[in-house]
């Protein structure tokens, strides 16, 4: 593995605006991104409080104490296998051809694993506790030496702690009218720690070639960013009082706090979020979700351009103030459950994630779970300028 990564550096180049910075969540739950990435007021799972705190309080009473342990997912671009294999394959005189005929590429590998007790009491309140580790690299050929180098990598390792509370209430009056809300509205909380180790560089073809013989070694000593800070997220949630359709809005506003991380790579700007969902009651199944997301509403994520600099080496990457389109906003998903008994659970996901396709089930037998999913990242500022189809697996014990 190691002498295909160094031979994959010798003869790469440039696309302007490859971005793979854009993070909105700190973690992509298979379950959710399945079902287009919506989560803002639909909720129902640990993972809410990623998208939205208060949706902690969906969660099924009747699940008691919902544990999720050893959650060990993985994540892959659709030809990075294929072009590892290619590249093993390729003779030292075809390396060069093999490399531009990826160019352009975005590659993703990740791993990460997300542990958390949560519980919603009779009482209408709902608490979780949770953990992060992940892994997330980046990495994209480019045919002509230019302002990214010869290889241009985003990647990062971090995680942290969460601990979230959710309440409900009923009967709020509003103000000035006196008049009661026909519906509950929940307020959650979330309080997080998160540290990252952050490696973002557009390495030219001498960095490569001087130190091809232990690059990790020497993007770490060059290009290392470590980073810490604490995080605030406030969620809302309305869920109007009609049984046969269950309507609901949410409202987040998430990373409240010190998650700027000096614009490094990674950081997490305050951002504001915003979804409608229903839930109505059909036969023959335990239910169904469906539910329309508005993310970053007031632009906060920002695409990173390489501010080139031959004296220094390292910050290269700074903000640009790009706005992405109105479809790179949009989430619209659907979860339709087959089944739930103490025994075994089988959901369905669907969606439309920033205009494509997402698909993806959730299944538990006893205390062991599965969960799948496909989405597609568009990694510039407009629909189908780099576009990276990846796919998740989840395998964990749970109860």
Same mark, same amino acid.
């Given at each position: 593995?190691?002498?295909?990564?160094?031979?994959?550096?010798?003869?790469?180049?440039?696309?302007?605006?490859?971005?793979?910075?854009?993070?909105?969540?700190?973690?992509?739950?298979?379950?959710?991104?399945?079902?287009?990435?919506?989560?803002?007021?639909?909720?129902?799972?640990?993972?809410?409080?990623? $998208?939205?705190?208060?949706? %902690?309080?969906?969660? /099924? +009473?009747?699940? !008691?104490?919902?544990?999720? =342990? &050893? #959650?060990?997912?993985?994540?892959?671009?659709?030809?990075?296998?294929?072009?590892?294999?290619?590249?093993?394959?390729?003779?030292?005189?075809?390396?060069?051809?093999?490399?531009?005929?990826?160019?352009?590429?975005?590659?993703?590998?990740?791993?990460?694993?997300?542990?958390?007790?949560?519980?919603?009491?009779?009482?209408?309140?709902?608490?979780?506790?949770?953990?992060?580790?992940?892994?997330?690299?980046?990495?994209?050929?480019?045919?002509?030496?230019?302002?990214?180098?010869?290889?241009?990598?985003?990647?990062?390792? $971090?995680?942290?702690?969460? %601990?979230?509370?959710? /309440? +409900?209430?009923? !009967?709020?009056?509003?103000? =000035? &009218? #006196?008049?009661?809300?026909?519906?509950?509205?929940?307020?959650?909380?979330?309080?997080?720690?998160?540290?990252?180790?952050?490696?973002?560089?557009?390495?030219?073809?001498?960095?490569?070639?001087?130190?091809?013989?232990?690059?990790?070694?020497?993007?770490?000593?060059?290009?290392?960013?470590?980073?810490?800070?604490?995080?605030?997220?406030?969620?809302?949630?309305?869920?109007?009082?009609?049984?046969?359709?269950?309507?609901?809005?949410?409202?987040?506003?998430?990373?409240?706090?010190?998650?700027?991380?000096?614009?490094? $790579?990674?950081?997490?700007? %305050?951002?504001?979020?915003?979804?409608?969902?229903?839930?109505?009651?059909?036969?023959?199944?335990?239910?169904?979700?469906?539910?329309?997301?508005?993310?970053?509403?007031?632009?906060?994520?920002?695409?990173?351009?390489?501010?080139?600099?031959?004296?220094?080496?390292?910050?290269?990457?700074?903000?640009?103030?790009?706005?992405?389109?109105?479809?790179?906003?949009?989430?619209?998903?659907?979860?339709?459950?087959?089944?739930?008994?103490?025994?075994?659970?089988?959901?369905?996901?669907?969606?439309?994630?920033?205009?494509?396709?997402?698909?993806?089930?959730?299944?538990?037998?006893?205390?062991?779970?599965?969960?799948?999913?496909?989405?597609?990242?568009?990694?510039?500022?407009?629909?189908?300028?780099?576009?990276?189809?990846?796919?998740?697996?989840?395998?964990?014990?749970?109860?």
């Amino acid at each position: 593995m190691k002498k295909i990564v160094s031979l994959s550096l010798i003869a790469l180049s440039t696309l302007v605006y490859a971005d793979m910075s854009i993070q909105p969540f700190l973690y992509k739950d298979p379950r959710i991104m399945g079902m287009g990435g919506v989560n803002t007021a639909v909720g129902g799972y640990s993972t809410a409080v990623f $998208y939205n705190p208060a949706g %902690l309080i969906k969660i /099924k +009473k009747s699940h !008691g104490v919902e544990v999720e =342990l &050893l #959650g060990l997912g993985i994540t892959s671009s659709e030809k990075t296998k294929t072009f590892i294999d290619d590249l093993s394959n390729s003779k030292d005189s075809e390396v060069i051809n093999t490399l531009d005929k990826y160019s352009g590429d975005a590659f993703n590998a990740s791993a990460s694993n997300y542990s958390s007790v949560s519980y919603h009491t009779q009482n209408d309140i709902a608490y979780s506790l949770g953990i992060l580790a992940a892994v997330d690299a980046n990495f994209m050929p480019h045919t002509n030496s230019g302002a990214n180098g010869v290889l241009e990598t985003h990647s990062r390792a $971090y995680g942290g702690i969460f %601990l979230s509370g959710a /309440k +409900k209430y009923t !009967g709020i009056k509003l103000p =000035l &009218l #006196g008049n009661k809300l026909d519906g509950s509205l929940t307020v959650g909380v979330t309080a997080k720690y998160i540290t990252q180790k952050s490696y973002e560089a557009g390495l030219d073809l001498g960095e490569v070639v001087n130190n091809k013989d232990d690059l990790a070694q020497y993007l770490q000593d060059t290009y290392e960013v470590d980073n810490s800070g604490f995080g605030l997220d406030v969620g809302f949630l309305y869920e109007f009082n009609n049984e046969k359709w269950n309507p609901a809005v949410g409202l987040s506003v998430m990373n409240i706090g010190t998650l700027d991380f000096e614009d490094a $790579y990674g950081a997490q700007p %305050l951002s504001v979020n915003l979804g409608v969902s229903i839930s109505p009651k059909i036969p023959w199944f335990d239910d169904l979700k469906v539910g329309v997301d508005y993310i970053d509403l007031f632009n906060a994520q920002q695409m990173r351009v390489r501010n080139y600099n031959p004296y220094r080496s390292q910050d290269q990457y700074d903000n640009a103030n790009i706005e992405y389109e109105l479809l790179q906003h949009l989430r619209i998903g659907a979860s339709l459950g087959l089944v739930d008994n103490s025994w075994f659970m089988m959901t369905l996901n669907g969606g439309l994630y920033k205009g494509s396709y997402t698909a993806g089930f959730d299944m538990q037998l006893a205390i062991f779970k599965l969960q799948a999913a496909t989405y597609q990242e568009q990694l510039g500022s407009t629909i189908g300028q780099i576009e990276d189809r990846r796919y998740m697996l989840v395998v964990g014990i749970g109860w």
